[in-house]
């Protein structure tokens, strides 16, 4: 993971995924240069190791359906945890959501797009396809 942190953050431009849904910027790669300026890569790593975990939880406590004013404070604590560390995807849906929560999707429905989001950004971080 050290290798791709370093490959992306080498890069001035954003990661972007050929399907766009979801915006297509996935990651921020100047605040991923940044965040590795500032603490390192093995810091950094950690970081978006321990995002990721409590990430997947918010989402799973969001999956269970809470009330709306709830679900609007999970997905606000997951949308600024991906803005501290340049996840735009992530950024994005959770803003979405968290404008109008309960109000146009189910929590079955969010929960969803936004698992699929967490792994594609991971799989963003972790593909060996950008290290070059």
């Known amino acids: 993971m ?3 942190i370093r490959a ?3 890069r001035g431009v954003k990661v972007r995924l ?3 849904r979801d915006g297509a910027d996935m990651i921020d790669r100047d605040r991923i240069a940044e965040l590795e300026s500032e603490i390192g890569a093995d810091d ?3 970081v978006l190791a321990m995002y990721y975990e409590e990430a997947a939880a918010t989402i799973e406590r969001i999956a269970v359906g809470l ?3 709830e679900c609007a404070r999970e997905l606000h604590s997951l949308r600024n945890g991906a ?3 340049g996840l735009e995807g992530l950024v ?3 803003g979405r959501f968290e404008t109008d929560a309960g109000e146009s999707h ?3 429905t969010i929960a969803q797009r936004l698992r699929d989001l967490l792994d594609r950004t991971r799989a963003e971080l972790s593909t060996d396809e950008l290290a070059a």
Do not use: F, N, Q, T
């Open 2 to 4: 050290k290798a791709r």
């Open 8 to 10: 992306i953050a080498r």
């Open 18 to 20: 050929g399907s766009g």
């Open 44 to 46: 950094l790593c950690l």
């Open 67 to 69: 009330p709306p004013e």
């Open 83 to 85: 803005l501290d560390l």
């Open 92 to 94: 994005k849906a959770a």
């Open 106 to 108: 189910d929590a079955d």
